[in-house]
């Protein structure tokens, strides 16, 4: 098989599974909030489920990085896939099925798990791709979520009663089912040698590749632009309950706001390659101080959508600007334990920033809660200005030293 067949062949599987995983991820943003509403004792803990995704992802992300190290991409997707899609969705249907909030929660922390693996597809696309090819093939695996979009809020909202003795369960055995097909795709996942670890290859300290200002500034507009984005996103389905919207509304809401999410990645490579790296990540906090300024100006459908529609392409621009930018900072030998390092800063403040969300929406509104973004954006504006006027947007060759 020649290299550029088994370029496409390999990247088109991972934007497959990369759509069966962000159905099962935009189901539970959707829905898991509104179930939890209804299974907890306390209104404050309705996001604790989405909050035990997101530490489910935290625990697992850098084990799964090093264990994939190890064992190969394939065989560690397919763990990942089984361990946190089959059973996380399994257990979260038989939860509900049992009406129990605590086992609700464990079965999310597993679907956390299956996360913690699959946020790795986007650097296994740089893996089996020619450096030519590599900004587009992570576009291309992060625009997997445009078809996802569509799939997931559909799923949480047409598949609710799909069995009628365990209503709410039917999403989460859609979950299950999807994690089946993916672990048959994955099967014939062939990651090239190049882009596999080699023995004895030479790796620099975790300490000196973290002090580069790329790494900081990569690090920060990935993990703040991913946290702010998830804080709002999680509360949206109970703001908008709280004021009378079906939850058709709100699954369209959440479609709109996932395709602003995903669509974008069809060009975000070719924007990076054009504008740069730094102007890309400028752009994202423009966007998300405007979805904060949509998101106070009313409660109407209308606000809802334009915000969230906004704050889904403003996270595209930082998170896949993160990545590109904490690609060209590592050698293959280091991908590890950057790549582990650098998610396990991200959804550390993503499972913080899901787990305030039904606290802050029950304590101060909708309206504050958008307003806490924006000191965290400016941050990251002034990191990224910094990074650009300072010149050192080029990073230490992973080579050196």
């Not at 394939?74 to 946190?84: D, E, M, N, P, W």
């Not at 992060?142 to 999403?171: K, T």
């Not at 369209?252 to 069809?266: D, N």
Request: proline share 4%; aromatic share 8%; hydrophobic share 55%.
């Amino acid at each position: 098989m020649s290299a550029m067949r088994l370029e496409k062949i390999n990247v088109g599987i991972l934007v497959t599974t990369q759509t069966l995983f962000m159905i099962a991820a935009i189901t539970v943003m959707t829905l898991s909030g509104v179930v939890g509403q209804q299974l907890s004792p306390d209104p404050a803990l309705a996001t604790l489920p989405i909050a035990m995704m997101m530490i489910g992802t935290v625990v697992s992300t850098l084990p799964a990085s090093l264990y994939m190290k190890r064992v190969g991409r394939r065989a560690g997707f397919i763990t990942g896939v089984s361990l946190g899609g089959v059973a996380g969705g399994l257990l979260s249907f038989a939860a509900i099925a049992q009406e129990s909030f605590w086992l609700f929660c464990a079965g999310n922390l597993l679907l956390g798990l299956y996360q913690g693996f699959a946020m790795y597809y986007r650097f296994a696309a740089a893996d089996v791709a020619s450096p030519s090819f590599r900004g587009r093939a992570i576009s291309y695996v992060m625009a997997g979520g445009v078809a996802a979009a569509f799939l997931g809020p559909w799923n949480a909202s047409v598949a609710l009663d799909w069995i009628a003795a365990v209503p709410s369960g039917g999403p989460y055995l859609v979950i299950a089912l999807l994690a089946v097909i993916a672990i048959a795709l994955l099967s014939f996942l062939r990651v090239p040698a190049s882009g596999e670890p080699q023995p004895g290859d030479v790796q620099r300290p975790m300490a000196r590749i973290a002090v580069q200002p790329a790494f900081l500034v990569a690090v920060l507009a990935g993990s703040i632009g991913y946290a702010v984005m998830v804080l709002v996103m999680t509360a949206t389905p109970l703001a908008m309950r709280a004021q009378g919207f079906e939850m058709s509304h709100v699954a369209t809401i959440m479609q709109w706001h996932v395709l602003g999410m995903f669509a974008p990645s069809f060009i975000t490579g070719s924007l990076i390659a054009r504008f740069g790296v730094t102007r890309i990540l400028l752009a994202g906090t423009v966007l998300l101080v405007a979805s904060v300024t949509v998101a106070t100006m009313g409660l109407g459908f209308a606000h809802f959508w334009v915000a969230l529609v906004l704050l889904g392409i403003g996270w595209n621009f930082l998170f896949v600007g993160g990545s590109a930018l904490l690609a060209s900072i590592h050698s293959e030998a280091e991908r590890g334990k950057v790549q582990g390092t650098n998610d396990l800063i991200i959804f550390s403040l993503v499972a913080l920033g899901s787990l305030m969300s039904g606290t802050l929406l029950h304590q101060v509104g909708w309206e504050v809660l958008n307003l806490a973004m924006l000191p965290l954006v400016g941050l990251v504006a002034g990191a990224v200005l910094w990074l650009k006027l300072a010149g050192a947007r080029r990073p230490e060759s992973p080579a050196s030293g």
